[in-house]
């Protein structure tokens, strides 16, 4: 099982990115699926998970109204769109499957698959 993320990159606050997870070796349509991040001397948190059952979605307060997750089971791809972001938003960001649950907004750090990372850097 391999997940790997991209379109991580540098832009300025109020700008925006997209990221994308591929996977292989895995089918995104039997997990729910996922972006955490970690900023620099904090822990890894939760921003937002996805329901390939039913489309259900949970996103962290700190991202709600600007971030947004879908999912391409077809391809096995996972997608966040982010917009207007700010420094804050700096951070390393995870693609996962099988590590969150969009109706609790319970996000889990064992037990599933992760990505490698792709960092994000918003300029103030």
């Known amino acids: 099982v391999q997940l790997v993320e991209s379109g991580g990159g540098l832009v300025q606050a109020g700008g925006s990115l997209r990221l994308s997870c591929v996977g292989s070796?895995?089918?995104?349509?039997?997990?729910?699926v996922g972006w955490f991040r970690q900023a620099p001397g904090k822990e890894r948190e939760g921003v937002t998970c996805f329901s390939n059952s039913d489309g259900h979605k949970h996103y962290a307060d700190s991202v709600k109204g600007r971030f947004t997750i879908s999912s391409d089971n077809i391809r096995d791809i996972v997608y966040l769109q982010m917009n207007n972001l700010e420094p804050d938003d700096s951070a390393v960001y995870y693609c996962?499957?099988?590590?969150?649950?969009?109706?609790?907004?319970?996000?889990?750090?064992?037990?599933?698959?992760w990505g490698q990372g792709t960092q994000v850097t918003v300029s103030s």
């Open positions: 996962a499957a099988g590590l969150c649950d969009p109706y609790s907004g319970s996000y889990y750090y064992v037990g599933g698959f």
């Open positions: 070796g895995v089918l995104f349509e039997n997990y729910n």
